[in-house]
């Protein structure tokens, strides 16, 4: 166990962090104590060398191939008023492991006597002998030679500590480039990359150098300028294309329907205002209900309808993205990317309600995906802190040793094996491969025992937990027989959780205890692969069980992270984890870009990737704060009952405010710029200090003149590597300035360069600052990152960035980018829409309100951020509405006193012109007329439901500071035996039912009073009686799912729905024979009450 003593400082100077100390256990049970210099030793200076070569993963000192090793290898954990240790473990899981950039893989065992350390290993797992003499050794021993006398414990003879006699690897492109003899100190920062180290391509794009004799280029005599833009930039003798383009609607739909909305805008306002000026005098409470009901409908429909008038459509070029950036050129003879680095995000809590098998697709089709895989980062957050979920996710790395390279071989798709094997269909189509069968075969068997071993997973960890405790009990009973004590005292012994390799779990224990419970755990952080190489891995046909030896093998960086949970801190969910895990990964990857998915969402289109960095590149891209994917769903029933889907919200409304000033974030499947996230403005020209040059690194506080130097641990914290990796990620996410439109642009080439290994040190940072309290006193979820006080934490996030003047951009592609799954049951559907009801009564209610936005928020953008906040007020007026027609059948009024032809020319004119509106937006957004009406159906289930609930629960939090616990939604594993739409018929009972249930049975009850008194009238009045019944069915045609919904499967009615109606029924029953016990007795004249009559 390897104790990292790395506590950042709570003083907040300026970056003065506490040099990390690290006392390491080896093999042999010795202990040893290193400084950070004694570890880098070995490392050497290539700023030294004639010769300046990146120092790729084939071209490295043997101790930073070893500390690489020893990271990946090793479990850390840390947190407040603790020391963080890296635990080294040799076994993950308990079954075999063998992709070497994964921990445990298999491997030779080092030579000295009483180690069983394994051999140091390079990218292909190959054993990486540090002496000439062929005498394997581990890395630990290694470290313990060169401290004590620097010889090889095998031929007794010097270690070689530099890298003069390795032979250059020039598969990357990277050809020895003569460095200037002496780099004046007014040259710009800009030579040297982060780690104070000479970069070439800096040096040549800034001095204009040229390559030597021998290369693809070198300038002709007379040429001053050395060749650099007809070298470097050849791509600039191309004509420039956009990456991406702007789609308008055409004008044959988007001008009527334009036309429509000011049609019915000014029809509404003539129909308010006669509805105002003419009462009914014979019911005006009836009246005055209708009136104020109407008036907020007429309200909340401008601020519906308005941010509507502009939607557009967007499309990509794959290709030129491909040509672009990863094409071979003089300067890039093998096509190394020069595309920015991507941090995936993948949050879950509860292994009970978030199946891990799930969780494990989900990281499997992120690992696949198409993208450079030097470039690609996945971390996934366990807030739970579960051994269940930390193996689940080892398992899914050995299997995407498999899984990943038969996926680029085959080109297959989607890339999640759950939903690859269960598509129906011919597999062989567009297959080109003979060996195709044969690898889908043995990959089909290869996944079904992945399954098997993550639903066993459960049973595991309990019987191994049994095992240990029940030797520890009997090493504790030994004790007490070898002390004299008394063997009749019950033996205590903590019932703890085992992790694979014998020893305690640091998170969250079966049997919780002291500092290993839920909300109470030290933070964990595993590199389960440790980054890849720079340079393509091709596969053998030899090894493995698959031939794939024209395929790269490499896997993206996976990391696992629990961060740390105390009692007595605000831990605050969801978006306190996604926080943590962008501090974390500005440590250790620093990708310019963030996508953030939830557990159950996967990777269903391998280039999403791809088509949203379109946008980031293109001209215009440094101002984008985010990139929405629409959300699609699997697993809902047919007819879609629920409105599951929500098309009509994610083809409609997000394309319409696409044309405005962006998309709201909607929680998942969004593509974020990391500089944005951190609190920052979109770069402005007339902010920046006068000359400054654009095409380089900044400084985090020209950005913001406000922020000080000194300030930034206030606003970040006070780690020193995450505060310098602020202008880091800024730079590399900018769009290539290959265009005059493009003013913060940064030179081609500038991101090819190899990137650094990882070290101890680094990781034990990243550990520091995902403690409890790392956030206190700083702007952690106030300004930076996702930001705190709401259930709906993303439309919030996504309102401060559009309140800072960042605009997002709506990403639909022709294959879906993002498939996960919805709750199709009625119960958990209506919990779903309660909890982003509650967050937008929440919103409405504080300092988020886009009422008191800044200008910088588009004025539609606005209105379409106030009706976020308003929408579930609707509800108070709909319930009355919902009655209203019952109201009219009791009592026998209606709510206007005589059917007058204006208002009969009026309504019929705004009916007209809803109906155009329906259509023409069913043709510019796509959606079915059945997903439309669906959707109407269940905005008036949930706004007499959910949304009324929110008002009350978001009033009572407001006011009372009553919080509101939400639960999360589950998500189905998938069984292949089961009825996948079984949850959909499942009646469970809910106070959340009873005002819909209310609505339809007073409506009903009403129409058969109101016709049984009808019929039995002297003179049947059947005006009065179709006026108010036509619109009970109006009400009760909506109510139609819901009704559905509790009747369950036919025969499985449950015996509330019954109660309740007989109850319901019987009591407006007596009722009303109780206040009009002789109506039907009336003359026929005054029967009715001063009822309408048509004109």
Request: hydrophobic share 40%.
């Amino acid at each position: 166990m390897a104790s990292l003593t790395n506590q950042p400082s709570k003083k907040g100077g300026k970056g003065g962090s506490s040099a990390v100390k690290f006392a390491r256990r080896t093999s042999s049970g010795k202990y040893v104590s290193l400084s950070k210099e004694e570890i880098e030793m070995e490392g050497g200076d290539q700023s030294s060398y004639t010769v300046h070569i990146p120092a790729t993963p084939d071209n490295q000192p043997v101790a930073a191939k070893a500390e690489e090793q020893y990271v990946s290898n090793s479990l850390f954990t840390g947190g407040f008023n603790s020391v963080t240790r890296a635990h080294l473990m040799d076994k993950v899981i308990d079954s075999q492991v063998s992709h070497p950039q994964m921990a445990g893989c298999k491997g030779s065992s080092c030579s000295m006597p009483a180690c069983d350390g394994k051999v140091i290993k390079d990218e292909r797992g190959d054993d990486v002998i540090p002496c000439e003499c062929r005498y394997k050794i581990c890395r630990d021993c290694y470290m313990d030679a060169q401290k004590d006398s620097g010889l090889c414990p095998g031929c007794k003879e010097p270690y070689k500590t530099d890298c003069d006699d390795e032979i250059p690897n020039y598969a990357s492109g990277a050809l020895p480039l003569p460095g200037p003899e002496k780099e004046p100190r007014q040259m710009s920062m800009m030579k040297r990359n982060q780690n104070g180290e000479f970069d070439h391509n800096k040096w040549l794009f800034e001095t204009q150098g040229t390559y030597g004799y021998g290369n693809a280029y070198w300038p002709e005599d007379g040429d001053e300028d050395g060749g650099m833009q007809q070298g470097m930039l050849e791509s600039s003798d191309r004509p420039w294309r956009p990456l991406s383009r702007v789609i308008d609607v055409p004008n044959s739909i988007i001008s009527p329907y334009r036309l429509l909305i000011a049609l019915r805008f000014v029809v509404m306002c003539f129909f308010l205002t006669w509805r105002v000026r003419h009462p009914n005098e014979d019911a005006v409470w009836l009246w005055l209900m209708s009136v104020v009901c109407e008036i907020w409908f007429a309200f909340s429909w401008i601020l519906d309808q308005v941010p509507k008038m502009h939607p557009i459509s967007r499309s990509t070029d794959l290709p030129l993205l491909r040509d672009k950036f990863e094409a071979p050129s003089p300067a890039n003879p093998t096509g190394r990317s020069d595309l920015p680095g991507m941090d995936l995000f993948v949050s879950t809590a509860d292994p009970e309600k978030e199946p891990p098998l799930v969780t494990a697709n989900t990281i499997l089709s992120i690992l696949a995906v198409e993208y450079p895989v030097e470039k690609l980062a996945c971390y996934v957050s366990d807030d739970g802190g579960a051994l269940l979920n930390f193996e689940a996710m080892a398992e899914a790395c050995s299997f995407a040793d498999l899984w990943v390279p038969f996926c680029k071989k085959h080109d297959i798709e989607p890339r999640n094996p759950e939903s690859y094997f269960s598509l129906k269909g011919d597999p062989t189509k567009n297959k080109s491969r003979v060996d195709f069968v044969k690898d889908r075969r043995r990959v089909k068997r290869e996944y079904d025992e992945f399954k098997v071993r993550i639903n066993g997973l459960p049973d595991s960890i309990r019987r191994r937990s049994e095992a240990f405790n029940a030797r520890e009990e009997m090493k504790m009973l030994k004790h007490m027989r070898e002390s004299g004590a008394d063997t009749l005292d019950p033996v205590k012994v903590t019932k703890a959780t085992w992790m694979a390799d014998g020893t305690h779990w640091p998170g969250t224990w079966a049997v919780p205890s002291r500092e290993h419970a839920k909300g109470d755990h030290a933070g964990i952080l595993q590199v389960m692969l440790k980054p890849p190489s720079s340079d393509p891995l091709m596969g053998s046909s030899e090894e493995g069980i698959l031939d794939f030896s024209d395929v790269d093998i490499r896997l993206p960086m996976f990391v696992y992270m629990s961060r740390e949970k105390r009692p007595g801190y605000d831990h605050n969910k969801k978006a306190g984890a996604m926080n943590a895990l962008v501090r974390a990964s500005a440590i250790l990857s620093n990708g310019p870009f963030i996508l953030n998915l939830d557990c159950d969402h996967y990777i269903y289109n391998c280039n999403a990737i791809r088509e949203g960095m379109c946008f980031m590149m293109d001209r215009g891209g440094e101002d984008i704060c985010y990139i929405q994917f629409p959300q699609r769903f699997e697993g809902i029933d047919p007819s879609d009952r629920y409105a599951n889907h929500n098309t009509v919200f994610f083809d409609g409304n997000m394309r319409a405010l696409d044309g405005l000033q962006g998309p709201v974030y909607v929680g998942t499947g969004c593509m974020f710029r990391r500089f944005a996230l951190y609190g920052f403005e979109p770069p402005k020209e007339d902010k920046l200090p006068p000359n400054v040059d654009k095409t380089v690194e900044l400084k985090a506080s020209d950005f913001d003149p406000e922020l000080d130097v000194d300030l930034l641990p206030k606003r970040f914290g006070n780690s020193t590597l995450l505060a310098e990796s602020i202008p880091v990620a800024e730079f590399q996410g900018r769009p290539i300035a290959d265009h005059p439109a493009v003013k913060y642009g940064r030179p081609p080439g500038i991101l090819r360069a190899p990137h650094e290994p990882l070290d101890a040190t680094t990781v034990a940072e990243a550990v520091s600052v995902i403690s409890c309290w790392y956030e206190d006193k700083t702007e952690w979820g106030e300004r930076v990152g996702w930001i705190y006080g709401s259930v709906t934490e993303d439309v919030v996030t996504g309102y401060r960035m559009h309140n800072r003047g960042w605009r997002s951009v709506y990403c639909v592609t022709k294959r879906d980018a993002f498939r996960g799954s919805a709750p199709i049951n009625l119960t958990d559907r209506l919990h779903q829409v309660l909890r982003w009801a509650t967050g937008s009564v929440e919103i409405f209610f504080s300092r988020n309100n886009a009422v008191i936005a800044s200008k910088k928020l588009n004025f539609l953008q606005r209105l379409a951020y106030i009706n976020v906040g308003i929408y579930p007020f609707t509800s108070m007026f709909l319930i009355v509405y919902c009655f209203l027609p019952a109201l009219s059948l009791f009592s026998g009024y209606f709510i206007v006193q005589n059917l007058d032809i204006t208002f009969l020319v009026l309504l019929l004119t705004m009916s007209l012109c809803l109906i155009g509106l329906a259509i023409l937006e069913v043709k510019w957004s796509g959606v079915g007329l059945e997903e439309w009406w669906r959707n109407e159906q269940f905005w008036l289930i949930s706004g007499t439901s959910a949304h009324l609930a929110a008002v009350v629960q978001g009033l009572l939090k407001v006011i009372a500071g009553i919080e509101i616990s939400f639960t999360l939604t589950s998500k189905a594993a998938g069984d292949e035996n089961e009825d996948i739409y079984a949850e959909l018929y499942l009646v469970k009972w809910t106070s959340l039912m009873i005002p819909p249930i209310v609505i339809g049975m007073v409506n009903i009850i009403a129409i058969v009073v109101a016709f049984s008194r009808t019929i039995y009238e002297t003179v049947p009045q059947w005006s009065k009686f179709i006026g108010g019944a036509f619109f009970s069915f109006w009400v009760l045609a909506h109510l139609y799912p819901f009704a559905k919904g509790l009747m369950g499967r036919r025969g499985k009615t449950p015996t509330i729905v019954f109660v309740w109606s007989g109850l319901i029924a019987i009591t407006l029953s007596l009722l009303w024979v109780a206040i009009n016990p002789s109506a039907g007795e009336r003359p026929a004249a005054t029967a009715g009450g001063g009822g309408f009559t048509f004109p």
